[in-house]
C-alpha cells in the first residue's frame, strides 16, 4: 500500500534543511559583511572572485556525482544504497586528493609566467585548498541528506559556521591582506566539517565493504548531461562576476556583490530547499506519480513566493538604513540593482523548484540543452546591456537568461504532463 503524504514530517525535514541552509547564509552573511565594513574594495572583490570558481568546482561535482546520485540512491534497495555510495565515496576521495597536487601547481606558475602578481598566487593557492575542503565536504553533507539525516548536517554545518566566521574576523582586524585569510578561512572550515562529519558516518550507518565499479556508469548516464548543464549555467549563475571584473575592475565586482549580500535571505530559502527537494522529488515520483509530484512542487513555489516577496518589500522599505548604516559603504546604482536581484532571485527560485521533477526524470540531457541556450542568451544580453548600464548591466542579463531557463524548463514539463492528461482521460480498459 501507499504510504500516506505526512505533511508534519515533511516540514519537520525541510525545516531542518531550510534552518541549516539559514546558518551557512547568515555566516557567509557575516563574513561579506565584516570584508565590505572592514576590508578594502579590492579585497572584497578577490574574495567574492574566489569564492565563484570554488563553487564551479562543487557545482561540476554536483552535477557529475552527487545529484545524480541522490536521484539513483532512494530508488534502490538499503544494502544497494549502501553499496553505491561507498562506491561513489572512495572514487571521489581519490580523485580529489590527486586534483589537489596539480591545482597547487598552477599558481606559483602563474606568478613565475608574471600572469599574476604575488598577492594573487597567494589568493589562488588558498583557493585550491579551499576547493579541495568544500568539494569532499559537498560529497559528504549529500551522503547524509540521502540517509535521511538533517539535524546531522546542521550540527556538523554549526562548527563549519563557527571556524568560518572567526577566520573571517581575523581577515578583517588581523595584520595579513583580508582575501588572503578570508578564503584560507573557507578552506580551514572546510576541513573541520569534514573531520567531524567523517566521524559520525563512520559510526553510523558505516561504509559498505562491497564496491560495485558499475555505479559510476549509472552516475555517467546523467552526469554527463548534469554537468554540462551545470558547467554552462555558472557561466552567468557565477561567471558574471568575470565578466564585470574584466569590462569594469574588481570594485565593481564588489558594489554588485554588496547589492546581492541584501537578498541573501532569498536564497537561503530557496538553496535550503532544494538540498532536499531533489532527493524527496525522485521518491514522489516513484512512489506516487506526476500529478502528485507536480501537486507539491507548486506548493512549495507559492509558500516560497509569499515569502521571498515580504522580504524583498521589506529590504526596499530600508535600503538607506541598510546600506548606510549597517553595511557602511556605498553601492553605485543601488536602487537599480536591488530591483534587478530580486528578480533574478524570484526567477531563480522558480525555475529551481520546477527544475527537481525533471531531474527525478532523469531528463539530464534536454536540461542541458536549455540551459545552454539560456546561457548564451544571457551572456549576449549581459555584453550588450554593460556599456550603457554599467555594472546593472550584467545583472540584467541574469533576468533575461534566467526567464529564458524558466519558460524552456515549463515546455519540457509539457510533455510528460500532456501523457498524463491523455492517460486519465483514456477510458478504463475492461476486465
Known amino acids: 500500500m501507499r504510504a500516506p503524504f505526512r505533511g508534519e514530517a515533511l516540514l519537520r525535514l525541510f525545516s531542518s534543511a531550510v ?45 557529475w556525482v552527487s545529484g545524480p546520485l541522490a536521484v539513483l540512491a532512494p530508488k534502490r534497495s538499503q544494502a ?34 608574471g600572469l599574476a602578481d604575488a598577492l594573487e598566487a597567494f589568493i589562488g593557492t588558498a583557493t585550491v585548498l579551499a576547493g579541495w575542503t568544500l568539494l569532499k565536504r559537498e560529497l559528504l553533507r549529500q551522503i547524509l541528506f540521502i540517509y ?43 576541513w573541520v566539517f ?9 559510526r553510523d550507518p558505516g561504509w559498505s565493504s562491497e564496491r560495485d565499479p558499475s555505479v559510476w556508469r549509472e552516475l555517467r548516464a546523467l552526469g554527463v548531461w548534469g554537468t554540462t548543464g551545470a558547467s554552462i549555467y555558472w557561466l552567468y549563475g557565477q561567471g558574471y562576476n568575470y565578466v564585470v571584473a574584466a569590462h569594469l ?9 554588496a547589492a546581492r549580500l541584501l537578498l541573501m535571505p532569498t536564497w537561503v530559502l530557496t538553496m535550503g530547499v532544494k538540498s532536499l527537494l531533489n532527493p524527496s522529488a525522485a521518491k514522489w515520483l516513484h512512489e506516487d506519480g506526476v500529478a502528485t509530484l ?53 526567477l531563480n527560485m522558480v525555475r529551481d523548484m520546477y527544475q527537481a521533477p525533471l531531474l527525478a526524470m532523469e531528463r539530464y540531457k534536454p536540461l542541458a540543452a536549455v540551459t ?8 549576449l544580453a549581459m555584453f550588450i546591456l554593460i556599456p550603457p548600464l554599467g555594472a546593472p ?15 524552456g524548463g515549463f515546455l519540457l514539463l509539457f510533455g510528460p504532463l500532456r501523457d498524463l492528461k491523455r492517460k486519465s482521460q483514456s477510458p478504463e480498459p475492461k476486465p
Open 19 to 63: 534552518l541549516d541552509q539559514g546558518l551557512l547564509s547568515a555566516a557567509n552573511f557575516t563574513v561579506g559583511l565584516l570584508l565590505i565594513r572592514y576590508a578594502s574594495n579590492a579585497d572584497y572583490g578577490y574574495y567574492v572572485l574566489a569564492q565563484s570558481a570554488v563553487l564551479l568546482l562543487t557545482s561540476i561535482q554536483i552535477a
Open 80 to 113: 544497494r544504497r549502501a553499496e553505491m555510495i561507498s562506491t561513489v565515496r572512495e572514487g571521489q576521495q581519490r580523485l580529489m586528493d590527486r586534483l589537489l597536487g596539480v591545482g597547487l601547481l598552477l599558481p606559483p606558475i602563474g606568478f613565475l609566467l
Open 148 to 190: 535521511g539525516r538533517p539535524n546531522t548536517v546542521l550540527a556538523v554545518d554549526l562548527l563549519f559556521a563557527g571556524t568560518l566566521v572567526a577566520t573571517a574576523v581575523a581577515a578583517a582586524f588581523g595584520p595579513m591582506r583580508a582575501a588572503v585569510v578570508a578564503v584560507l578561512g573557507t578552506a580551514l572550515a572546510g
Open 194 to 202: 569534514n573531520v567531524r562529519a567523517q566521524q559520525l558516518l563512520n
Open 249 to 257: 575592475d574588481v570594485t565593481a565586482v564588489a558594489a554588485v556583490n
Open 294 to 346: 507536480m501537486r507539491r512542487i507548486t506548493l512549495f513555489v507559492v509558500g516560497l513566493a509569499v515569502l521571498d516577496s515580504i522580504y524583498l518589500l521589506l529590504v526596499w522599505l530600508l535600503r538607506d538604513w541598510l546600506t548606510v548604516e549597517f553595511l557602511r559603504t556605498s553601492i553605485p546604482d543601488r536602487d537599480l540593482l536591488l530591483l534587478l536581484w530580486g528578480a533574478v532571485t524570484l
Open 372 to 379: 545552454a541556450t539560456s546561457t548564451v542568451v544571457a551572456l
Open 393 to 407: 548591466g550584467a545583472v540584467a542579463g541574469m533576468v533575461v537568461g534566467e526567464t529564458t531557463g524558466l519558460l
